[in-house]
């Protein structure tokens, strides 16, 4: 059993890289990823963790993109996990341009906050997330959670951080083809995560899919920590009729999606080892030179 869709404090996640690795032991799993939000600073703690406990660490991050639908719409933003990248390759440099807008959209999203009159300071948020580095909407919600503004992370998603939330900004992403070309020149694979998020009808989806496969996508991700067996099902047959590798994995991050674990999702899910079996087997040539 795998788990190819986690997040740490190097993004949004509640739990160290190596605490991470340690659930991921825990729950007897044979590999994991670390798929933290436009970063690999996590990376090194996570593999040497892993290591040590004799179990495999899949280097990758989680990129926002431009959706297929309109923007303003759960279309029109699509995330993407990149596996195996070179750290040092042209991705790297995107998204640290990446970083440098979604703090200024940060600071935005903050300041338009306490314009509704919200109990929340930048400073609280980012002691919240441990420093500037890897803040996100997640420890926005945390606070606003424990001023009881609202009653979860999700309740501060659906009122003021999301699509629609009174406070909600949107930020710079990367277009789906372009994603897949820096990938892949950094030696990496793409896979749509989550891909109901999206909200499209299934054919839509499955042409959807089919665009992704000829961009030079390597998988979706079909067994997913939140989605039901027919859910997984349905979207293991739509990858495979896409020619992709339907992946999977909890998206887990700790006490930010407390319902979530580090394997087994919401409790059932069981990604299969062949997930990643069949990743390995499309992954490019290291590029030259």
Request: hydrophobic share 40%; charged share 25%.
């Amino acid at each position: 059993m795998i788990d190819l869709h986690t997040h740490s404090t190097v993004s949004d996640g509640s739990e160290p890289p190596a605490q991470v690795v340690r659930l991921a032991a825990a729950a007897g799993l044979r590999a994991v990823a670390l798929t933290d939000h436009d970063r690999f600073d996590g990376l090194a703690e996570a593999g040497a963790e892993a290591a040590r406990l004799g179990v495999e660490l899949v280097p990758g991050c989680e990129v926002s993109c431009r959706g297929p639908g309109d923007p303003a719409s759960a279309a029109g933003s699509a995330h993407v996990l990149v596996y195996f990248p070179d750290e040092d390759g042209p991705l790297s440099a995107t998204l640290a341009t990446l970083r440098r807008n979604r703090e200024d959209r940060n600071r935005r999203l903050v300041a338009r906050l306490v314009e509704l009159g919200l109990p929340v300071t930048w400073e609280e948020v980012v002691a919240e997330a441990g420093g500037e580095d890897g803040l996100g909407r997640p420890h926005v919600a945390a606070v606003l959670v424990r001023h009881g503004v609202v009653g979860s992370i999700q309740e501060a998603f659906d009122r003021y951080l999301g699509p629609g939330g009174a406070a909600y900004l949107p930020k710079d992403n990367l277009g789906l083809p372009e994603v897949a070309r820096l990938a892949a020149a950094s030696g990496g694979l793409c896979v749509l995560a989550h891909p109901l998020s999206l909200g499209l009808p299934e054919a839509t989806l499955a042409r959807f899919l089919e665009d992704l496969a000829s961009l030079g996508f390597a998988g979706a991700e079909a067994f997913y920590g939140r989605y039901r067996p027919e859910e997984r099902r349905l979207l293991e047959r739509l990858a495979r009729r896409a020619g992709l590798v339907p992946t999977g994995g909890s998206d887990f991050h700790g006490t930010y999606k407390p319902d979530l674990a580090v394997g087994t999702g919401q409790g059932d899910l069981a990604v299969p080892d062949w997930c990643l079996e069949e990743l390995l087997a499309r992954r490019p040539a290291r590029p030259r030179g």
